[in-house]
């Protein structure tokens, strides 16, 4: 294997796994085999939820057993909530949620007499309430009930949105919101599943793992990328200064955010669904500025590099659309990948080996000790 730019670990084949395939047939994606045509248009989150942890498409009961599960476990420990009044304003939401999971995990260890399934709803219901707990105190919003009644029907998409804008969504807005959810839930060995699988080969705890994954998800060459894309589109008025910015950006060798994947190399399935509903929003809306704008940048960067747009392209003006500030793009993301690190960290623990690759080594052949006086 190479280092380096050139390495990478692409086209390693590191474990098994029989959640998700990602590329198996070109540009597929499949989820506990079904496909994400189907599910994007016809599951809830929850349902989606229960087929990665699960591994099967859930019964009635069974949704309603889960649902009820993660909505009873919103309420978050009142130590956690002072921890949270005492983070800075300026923080970036994503370190409010690695801080809180990693708090969360002081409150209420995972022990050998939990099921780690009660955890993933507990992460579920916690991660929506503590980050916009966090984000209405530091807007001067008081203390927000998490938890508040008439919520408990409530799904996450349906949630997160009554916390953050006390009025909600509704019709296409929620079913977009939800779509994006089930598209960002799972996707095989990427960086940050990868990264909580190593953290649980080491048979730490689903707390821990989930940190990691936080932390490796941040980073703008992944989930981070849809506050980038968003910070892109808002910087053009119109598709004509799109195209030539873009043009002027490739010609310095600059990244252009939400392009590209290691896997698909032709297109990204999820962001032909997430397109959808972005152009569904935008038409809603009547502002279609930023819909115009992005589909200029897909152009040009088809025609200039044969590269296609990922799901955090279309997703970012989604979400623009909802009114989510794009401080909080990168934490939905989380929400939803929550079900996809967790379905990993148990498949790791079923058959576990410490996961300890070798390196190639580049450094100096073996020296001899100098003393300090004897050193140039
Ligand atoms: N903009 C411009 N050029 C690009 C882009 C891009 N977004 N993506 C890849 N390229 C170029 C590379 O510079 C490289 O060119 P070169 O051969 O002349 O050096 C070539 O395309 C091949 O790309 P790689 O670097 O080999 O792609 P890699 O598999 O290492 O990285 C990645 C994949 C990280 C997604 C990359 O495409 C990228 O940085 N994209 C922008 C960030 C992004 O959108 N991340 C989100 C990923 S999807 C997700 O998390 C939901």
Excluded at 68 to 95: V, Y
Excluded at 142 to 156: F, K, M, N, S, W
């Amino acid at each position: 294997m190479k280092g380096g730019r050139s390495g990478g670990m692409a086209d390693v084949i590191a474990g098994e796994t029989a959640i998700s395939t990602v590329g198996k047939e070109g540009n597929g994606l499949t989820y506990r085999g079904y496909r994400i045509e189907q599910l994007a248009e016809h599951a809830s989150f929850e349902e989606c939820a229960c087929l990665l942890l699960y591994g099967t498409l859930p019964s009635d009961n069974q949704l309603s057993r889960f649902s009820a599960s993660m909505t009873g476990k919103r309420q978050l420990p009142a130590g956690l909530l002072t921890i949270l009044e005492q983070l800075p304003a300026s923080s970036h939401p994503m370190d409010v949620l690695r801080t809180g999971v990693s708090a969360l995990a002081s409150f209420e260890p995972e022990t050998d007499a939990n099921d780690p399934l009660d955890i993933a709803a507990r992460l579920l219901g916690a991660c929506p309430s503590l980050l916009l707990y966090w984000w209405r105190y530091r807007d001067g919003g008081g203390r927000l009930d998490t938890a508040p009644p008439g919520h408990e029907g409530l799904g996450v998409a349906a949630h997160f949105a009554e916390l953050l804008h006390d009025g909600g969504l509704a019709g296409e807005a929620l079913r977009a919101l939800e779509a994006s959810l089930v598209l960002y839930a799972e996707h095989e060995f990427n960086a940050s599943t990868f990264a909580a699988r190593i953290t649980a080969s080491t048979r730490s705890d689903v707390y821990s793992a989930i940190t990691t994954g936080i932390g490796t998800l941040r980073g703008p060459l992944h989930g981070g990328a849809n506050e980038a894309v968003m910070e892109l589109l808002e910087h053009y008025q119109d598709p004509d200064e799109a195209e030539a910015g873009v043009v002027a950006q490739l010609a310095e060798g600059k990244l252009i955010m939400g392009f590209g994947h290691r896997v698909y190399k032709v297109r990204d399935p999820r962001s032909d669904l997430i397109k959808r509903h972005a152009c569904e929003l935008a038409k809603a809306s009547g502002d279609l500025r930023s819909f115009a704008v992005a589909e200029r940048i897909e152009a040009v960067m088809r025609r200039e590099k044969r590269l296609f747009p990922n799901l955090d392209f279309y997703s970012a003006i989604v979400y623009r659309h909802l009114n989510i500030p794009t401080p909080l793009f990168t934490p939905l993301f989380v929400i939803a990948r929550l079900t996809g690190w967790i379905a990993h960290i148990l498949e790791q623990r079923t058959a576990n080996r410490i996961i300890r690759p070798s390196a190639a080594y580049t450094g100096p052949e073996p020296l001899l000790w100098k003393p300090r006086n004897e050193r140039i």
